[in-house]
C-alpha cells in the first residue's frame, strides 16, 4: 500500500503565502512524478503544477509565476509554494503520485487534499 498525506493548508489572507507538503510512505520502490491538482467549488479538477523524475517542471498557465513546486531529497515529498495569493487560488488541493511499489507495480496515488482558502 501506498499512501500519500498532505498537509499546510488553510485560511490566508489574498496577497499572502502558503506551502503545501506531500509525504509519500508505505511500500514504495520509487516515486516518479509527483503533481498537484486542485479542484474549486463546481468547477472540475485541474492540474496546477508537477514535477517528474528529472526534476523537470510544468506550471499552469495561470498559477506561473506565483507557484513553486520542489521535491525533497528523498524524493518522496513534495512542496507547493503559491506566493501572492488571490481569492480564485481557493480550492481544495490534492496531491497525485505516479510509484513503483515494492512489488514492482506501478499505481497511481492521490492524497485526500487539504483545503485552501483564501479571503479578500
Known amino acids: 500500500q501506498v499512501q500519500l498525506m498532505e498537509s499546510g493548508g488553510g485560511l490566508a489572507q489574498a496577497g499572502g503565502s502558503l506551502t503545501l507538503s506531500c509525504v509519500a510512505s508505505?511500500?514504495?520502490?520509487?516515486?516518479?512524478?509527483m503533481h498537484w491538482y486542485r479542484q474549486a467549488p463546481g468547477k472540475q479538477r485541474e492540474l496546477v503544477a508537477q514535477i517528474l523524475s528529472g526534476d523537470s517542471t510544468w506550471y499552469l498557465d495561470s498559477v506561473k509565476g506565483r507557484f513553486t513546486i520542489s521535491r525533497g531529497n528523498d524524493k518522496n515529498t513534495v512542496d507547493l509554494r503559491i506566493n501572492n495569493l488571490k481569492p480564485e487560488d481557493t480550492a481544495v488541493y490534492y496531491c497525485?503520485?505516479?510509484?513503483?511499489?515494492?512489488?514492482?507495480?506501478?499505481?497511481?496515488?492521490w492524497g485526500q487534499g487539504t483545503q485552501v482558502t483564501v479571503s479578500s
Open positions: 497525485n503520485a505516479d510509484v513503483i511499489s515494492s512489488s514492482n507495480n506501478r499505481v497511481n496515488v
Open positions: 508505505g511500500s514504495i520502490f520509487s516515486v516518479l512524478g
